[in-house]
C-alpha cells in the first residue's frame, strides 16, 4: 500500500509572505492541520495549527483585541513556519509514512514524487483510512486472533475451518511481535459467517489452535479465551 494510493492529492498550501490570520483562516476553512509554505514554486517550509497556537500565545496574550487582530496580519508565516521541512516519497509504503510521522512527531507531512515535485498531503487521518483498509473493519463481520504455531499450512487449516461455514475473508494478518518461539499470532476477519453454527467453528477452530478471542461486530460480542 503506497502513499501515492493514499494521500490526499489536493494540497492547501499557503505563501510565506501570507499572514498568519491567512494561516489561521485556511486551516479553520479546510479542517486541516498542516499548510505546506511555498516561496514561488519552491517548498519552504511547513506550518501547522500548533505553530500558530504557539506564536498567538507569545505574542499576543496581552494585546487589546484590536492590537490583537493587528498582531495577526503583521506576523507572517516565514516568521513561524517550521524550515526544511519532513517529506516523504510517494513511494512509501503506508507502514514506511506512518514511522516517520511517529518518530518526528508531526501530524502530516508534504509527500514528493521522483523530480521532487510536491504530490499532495499524508496525514494520520489518511493512515487511519489504509489501516482500517487493510484489516477489512469496515465489513464488520468476524474478528478472530490466534497463537499459532509456526509451521506451513497453519493459517490455512483456519482460514479452511472457516470457509466450511460460510465464512469470507476480509482479511487475513500476522506477527511475530509477543508471540512465543515457534508460534505466531494471526489475526482473520471474515463475514457472512453462519451465526447459527458459530458455536461448532469455534470448538473446530480451537482444536486447531490457540485461540485469543473473538470479536463479533455486527453481534456486538466480544469473548477472551486467552491473553
Do not use: C
Not at 56 to 76: G, V
Not at 192 to 207: H, N, P, S
Not at 210 to 224: A, P, Q, S, T, W
Request: no cysteine; hydrophobic share 45%.
Amino acid at each position: 500500500m503506497l502513499v501515492r494510493n493514499w494521500m490526499n492529492p489536493t494540497v492547501i498550501s499557503i505563501e510565506a509572505q501570507a499572514s498568519m490570520a491567512e494561516a489561521l483562516n485556511l486551516l479553520k476553512e479546510n479542517q486541516i492541520k498542516t499548510l505546506p509554505v511555498f516561496d514561488r514554486e519552491t517548498l519552504v517550509g511547513v506550518v501547522t495549527d500548533r505553530d500558530l497556537k504557539r506564536a498567538s500565545a507569545s505574542d499576543a496574550t496581552l494585546l487589546e483585541i484590536h492590537e490583537l487582530l493587528h498582531a495577526l496580519t503583521r506576523i507572517k508565516v516565514r516568521d513561524i513556519m517550521s524550515r526544511k521541512p519532513i517529506t516523504i516519497p510517494d513511494t512509501f509504503t503506508v507502514e514506511e509514512a506512518a514511522e516517520v510521522l511517529r518518530d518526528h512527531h508531526i501530524s502530516g507531512a508534504p509527500v514528493m514524487d521522483a523530480k521532487g515535485r510536491m504530490v499532495g498531503m499524508i496525514s494520520q487521518n489518511d493512515l487511519f483510512n489504509a489501516l482500517m483498509s487493510l484489516t477489512g473493519v469496515k465489513r464488520r463481520g468476524i474478528h478472530l486472533a490466534f497463537e499459532v504455531e509456526d509451521r506451513p499450512g497453519s493459517i490455512k487449516d483456519l482460514a479452511d475451518i472457516i470457509r466450511g461455514y460460510g465464512g469470507r475473508m476480509a482479511s487475513i494478518l500476522s506477527s511475530y511481535d509477543r508471540a512465543p518461539q515457534g508460534f505466531r499470532h494471526v489475526y482473520i476477519r471474515a463475514y457472512q459467517v453462519d451465526r447459527e453454527k458459530i458455536g461448532a467453528m469455534l470448538e473446530e477452530l480451537q482444536a486447531a489452535a490457540k485461540l485469543r478471542y473473538l470479536v463479533d461486530h455486527r453481534e456486538k460480542r466480544r469473548e477472551i479465551f486467552a491473553p
